[in-house]
């Protein structure tokens, strides 16, 4: 999850890090297309996030780790979210490096992208040259491989999205207009990413192009997966080349580093939770509720997909066809959240604000996971009467999943906005500093994904195995959310809503 960085707020009498980097090197705003080289990056962490996503969990299964403990290696995402990004942001701003301050960040990010993307695909082979039996169900040092691969793949994510941002907003020089359409392009190409990542998951011949990823300890699902990857670190690595290239990052004085001297980022962060008026703690307590509803779907969708919809277990052909199809469904999740996404400012002036956008969307959210039990027991019922049916569900449990995936991005699409922009409200009302409270909010958001990480597999071993007992609870935390949002938060003024929306939408990292 990304983590903003938080800083304090500036004192007028001087002038922040940010201010004096800006008079140092770079009084005016750049160009559109050197923001648009920078943005472009955006495309290469949201290809692999998206493969993470919709494939990471059904590979793990395959090295041996049973379901009910797949969900512990998610930890490492709210983990260091919570931990990397801030102090990546808070080095980054006050780096005197001669290439810059965010450009060594984004280097740094993208090579340890590739690294724990090499470690991730070739786990099964490494483990398989270190002594694992592949007739064994379980291959522990494949698994050992895979884990350190997926940390630090996460870490890396964390240590490319902060700099990024900020890159963005050092060209933008505090031009409004700019920072808008910066930002603007960023979101368009997480979207692209998204696209890309999804499609190439869903896509069951991609090892065909890289024939030598198919080995003894790696299958057809494994060598896609590499595949896969592949095109990820290429694209990554040839984005990031270029706009590292093209966009000069000037440094910071170091005198002006000294100068801007305050406590850490957790100093400020922590501290921040003292400030905090009602409405940042009731937002806070919704965002948490509503993040225990969402994380669910994250773990498992494509798992739902090839372990309920098609039958299978991880291994089969029938699995790996429905994560497969799952991998598809969230390309169409992204493609109906990218439209959403543009329309939540009209929206919500439809329904009455914003708060109220939030809540009704909270409840589609809820009706959506009860989708979920209605999809899967048809599944089982054909399987019942024709156990040929596994793998090959019918056409109308298809269609049903697709509109499930589908109806899903217009409540993504609010939750990775609306709750941003009612920080800012509140914060602005309240007096307070706007990273500041976005950075406390972000806790209300990792830290339920790691209570979620921590206890969905245990909870779904409880009720037999499967996804639904996870979905359940996600449904009913979508709705507990909605009520909430609706009776304790404040509804912000018509004005405030207004000058909110040209906030850039925030993500799941």
Not at 235 to 250: E, G, N, P, R, S
Not at 464 to 469: E, H, K
Request: glycine fraction near 10%; hydrophobic fraction near 50%.
């Amino acid at each position: 999850m990304e983590v903003p960085s938080p800083t304090k707020p500036n004192d007028p009498t001087k002038p922040s890090i940010t201010t004096m980097s800006v008079e140092a090197g770079q009084a005016e705003a750049s160009p559109l297309r050197k923001m648009f080289a920078v943005a472009s990056i955006a495309a290469g962490i949201q290809f692999g996030w998206a493969l993470q996503l919709s494939l990471l969990t059904p590979y793990v299964q395959l090295l041996g780790v049973p379901h009910a403990a797949a969900s512990f290696i998610w930890l490492c995402g709210p983990i260091s979210g919570l931990v990397v990004q801030p102090i990546v942001g808070y080095y980054s701003d006050r780096s005197t490096s001669r290439f810059g301050r965010r450009r060594p960040f984004i280097l740094g990010g993208a090579v340890a992208v590739a690294i724990a993307v090499f470690l991730i695909g070739y786990a099964a082979d490494i483990g398989y040259s270190a002594g694992d039996d592949i007739t064994k169900k379980t291959r522990p040092r494949a698994v050992a491989v895979f884990v350190i691969g997926f940390w630090i793949l996460d870490v890396a994510n964390n240590m490319l999205q902060g700099p990024c941002r900020a890159f963005l907003a050092d060209l933008a020089a505090g031009d409004q207009r700019k920072t808008r359409i910066a930002n603007g392009f960023f979101s368009f190409f997480m979207a692209v990413g998204n696209v890309l990542g999804y499609a190439a998951g869903s896509f069951s011949a991609l090892h065909k192009i890289f024939p030598f990823t198919q080995t003894k300890a790696c299958d057809v699902f494994c060598a896609n997966l590499k595949s896969c990857f592949f095109f990820s670190i290429l694209l990554l690595l040839f984005l990031a080349t270029v706009a590292l290239i093209y966009v000069k990052d000037k440094p910071v004085i170091a005198q002006a580093v000294q100068e801007d001297a305050q406590p850490s980022c957790f100093f400020q962060l922590f501290g921040a939770l003292k400030e905090l008026k009602k409405p940042m703690w009731m937002l806070m307590l919704v965002t948490a509720i509503n993040w225990i509803g969402w994380f669910p779907y994250f773990l498992f969708d494509t798992d739902w997909m090839g372990r309920e919809v098609y039958g299978g277990t991880a291994g089969e052909d029938a699995y790996a066809a429905g994560v497969r199809v799952g991998s598809l469904g969230l390309l169409l999740n992204s493609v109906v959240l990218g439209f959403m996404s543009l329309a939540v400012e009209p929206l919500g002036r439809m329904v009455g604000g914003v708060k109220r956008l939030w809540a009704i969307v909270n409840f589609i959210l809820a009706i959506g996971f009860g989708m979920t039990v209605v999809i899967t027991k048809v599944a089982e019922h054909q399987r019942h009467l024709n156990p040929a049916a596994v793998g090959h569900p019918s056409d109308g449990v298809k269609i049903g999943s697709m509109i499930f995936f589908a109806v899903l991005g217009v409540p993504l699409a609010i939750t990775f906005s609306v709750p941003f922009a009612l920080a800012s409200i509140y914060s602005t009302s309240a007096g307070a500093g706007q990273g500041l409270s976005l950075g406390v909010l972000n806790l209300a958001i990792v830290v339920p994904q790691m209570v979620v990480s921590a206890l969905s597999g245990p909870w779904d071993a409880l009720f037999g195995g499967g996804n639904l007992p996870a979905f359940m609870v996600g449904a009913a935390a979508a709705a507990l959310s909605a009520i909430m949002a609706i009776v304790l938060l404040p509804t912000p003024k018509p004005a405030d809503e207004a000058k909110a929306a040209t906030m850039v939408a925030g993500g799941f990292h």
